[in-house]
């Protein structure tokens, strides 16, 4: 059984950093595409980021291109997020979700709130 | 990277038919096959339904289908039953990027 497993949310400052991480079992980790996505409360699905199988290829959000990272440890089966800069607008359950084209399995998401 | 447009609500009655329409771009919906669509029932994780347009992966039910012309695609869901009554996204692949709609709630009456 896929199972995608989101940790590292939490109460965090404005201007302050968080990271996300994501462990994927049940499935080849190192041979799928991995992305983001984010849900601010009551509001709709937004997407972060992805990353390729490798690594060596990512693309971002505009909203948060240049103060988010993704990356990934195939080693370890493990996706991450590194989120600095943070402001109330990131406020959101955050998605670690496979896919090739499409989102196929998501995980159950890690809470990020953004306030002082 | 404006989100996709979806209508904020559809509703019907049980056995009935609804669709749910998602209106992009050129850069997205109209070169892409790429379009999916989510489900997603309260403070669970989204669900996908359909994939490239018109595929449904194995265990969603028949009663779920997907197309495109130009620009929109579209999401019809047939024989309507209680358990459809959820929030429904559709996406599409643009490039680089992937773009979400606005999302639909779909209330069954």
């Known amino acids: 059984e896929v199972q995608l497993v989101e940790s590292g949310g939490g109460l965090v400052q404005p201007g302050g950093s968080l990271r996300l991480s994501c462990v994927g079992s049940?499935?080849?980790?190192?041979?799928?595409?991995m992305h983001w996505v984010r849900q601010a409360p009551g509001k709709g699905l937004v997407w972060v980021s992805r990353?390729?199988?490798?690594?060596?290829?990512?693309s971002y959000a505009d909203s948060v291109k240049g103060r988010f990272t993704i990356s990934r440890d195939n080693a370890k089966n493990t996706l991450y997020l590194q989120m600095n800069s943070l402001t109330a607008e990131d406020t959101a359950l955050y998605y670690c979700?496979?896919?090739?084209?499409?989102?196929?399995?998501w995980g159950q998401g890690s809470l990020v709130t953004v306030s002082s | 990277q404006s989100a996709l447009t979806q209508p904020a609500s559809v509703s019907g009655s049980p056995g009935q038919s609804i669709t749910i329409s998602c209106t992009g771009t050129?850069?997205?919906?109209?070169?892409?096959?790429?379009v999916s669509w989510y489900q997603q029932h309260p403070g669970k994780a989204p669900k996908l339904i359909i994939y490239?347009?018109?595929q449904r992966p194995s265990g969603v039910s028949n009663r779920f289908s997907g197309s495109k012309s130009g620009n929109t695609a579209s999401l019809t869901i047939s024989g309507l039953q209680a358990e459809d009554e959820a929030d429904y996204y559709c996406?599409?692949?643009?490039?680089?990027?992937?773009?979400f709609g606005t999302g639909t709630r779909v209330t069954v009456l």
């Open positions: 979700a496979r896919s090739p084209y499409h989102f196929d399995h």
């Open positions: 990353i390729n199988t490798d690594g060596s290829s990512t």
């Open positions: 050129s850069s997205d919906v109209g070169s892409y096959k790429f």
């Open positions: 049940g499935f080849t980790f190192r041979s799928y595409w």
């Open positions: 996406c599409s692949f643009a490039g680089s990027l992937y773009v």
């Open positions: 490239e347009g018109t």
